[in-house]
Antibody
Framework: EVQLVESGGGLVKPGGSLRLSCAAS????????MTWVRQAPGKGLEWVSS????????FYADSVKGRFTVSRDNAKNSLYLQMNSLRADDTAFYYC????????????WGQGTLVTVSS | DIQMTQSPSTLSASVGDRVTITCRAS??????LAWYQQKPGKAPKLLIS???NLETGVPFRFSGSESGTEFTLTISSLQPDDFATYYC?????????FGQGTKLEIK
């Protein structure tokens, strides 16, 4: 069973930075596109960013473009999200997720890590 | 960007009822649509991929269908474990987008 474990969340002031990590238990981690999805407390799901299996391509939501950077280290089975210039509306649970293939939705999710942006 | 309009936002139903949740895409997404179930305090769970393909272990009372750009999740006979929030998501093209969610409540 694949396990995804996020870490790095916490309280940060507006304008600050935070780096989230997602550790995967799967040996084939380097074969899959990985994604970050967030959910503000009591709100719906929002796709944030995806990165291809080799890290060659990345995609971002307009709401985070230019402020967030997704990366991965396949040797460490890890996914990252560097978040800069944080704003109050970035407050959310951040989930990492995997799609089994290009034809499926996100079949594995982490438990989420909470980012709170507040002064 | 492709917008996903999901309805209703809230649905009250009873055990044994047949319910449908609808998502309309703002443009063609072919069949690249997934449905998720989320319970409070938990990560979403993938139910259906590619419009109608049930994930392993998902009960057969869940089904998906489409007509053009309108997609439907049907639960044929509600069980107590089904009361949750449901989301659709298109993965035809980036930026991927989710519907606003449907909270399925016990009547």
């Amino acid at each position: 069973e694949v396990q995804l474990v996020e870490s790095g969340g916490g309280l940060v002031k507006p304008g600050g930075s935070l780096r989230l990590s997602c550790a995967a238990s799967e040996l084939a981690f380097g074969s899959y596109t990985m994604t970050w999805v967030r959910q503000a407390p009591g709100k719906g799901l929002e796709w944030v960013s995806s990165i291809g299996s080799s890290g060659t391509y990345q995609f971002y939501a307009d709401s985070v473009k230019g402020r967030f950077t997704v990366s991965r280290d396949n040797a460490k089975n890890s996914l990252y999200l560097q978040m800069n210039s944080l704003r109050a509306d970035d407050t959310a649970f951040y989930y990492c997720a995997r799609a089994r293939g290009t034809t499926t939705g996100f079949d594995y999710w982490g438990q989420g890590t909470l980012v709170t942006v507040s002064s | 960007d492709i917008q996903m309009t999901q309805s209703p936002s809230t649905l009250s139903a009873s055990v044994g009822d047949r319910v449908t949740i609808t998502c309309r895409a703002s443009q063609s997404i072919s069949y690249w649509l997934a449905w998720y179930q989320q319970k409070p305090g938990k990560a979403p769970k993938l139910l259906i991929s590619k419009t109608r393909n049930l994930e392993t272990g998902v009960p057969f009372r869940f089904s998906g269908s489409e007509s053009g750009t309108e997609f439907t999740l049907t639960i044929s006979s509600l069980q107590p474990d089904d009361f949750a929030t449901y989301y659709c998501q298109q993965y035809h093209s980036y930026p991927y987008t989710f519907g606003q969610g449907t909270k399925l409540e016990i009547k």
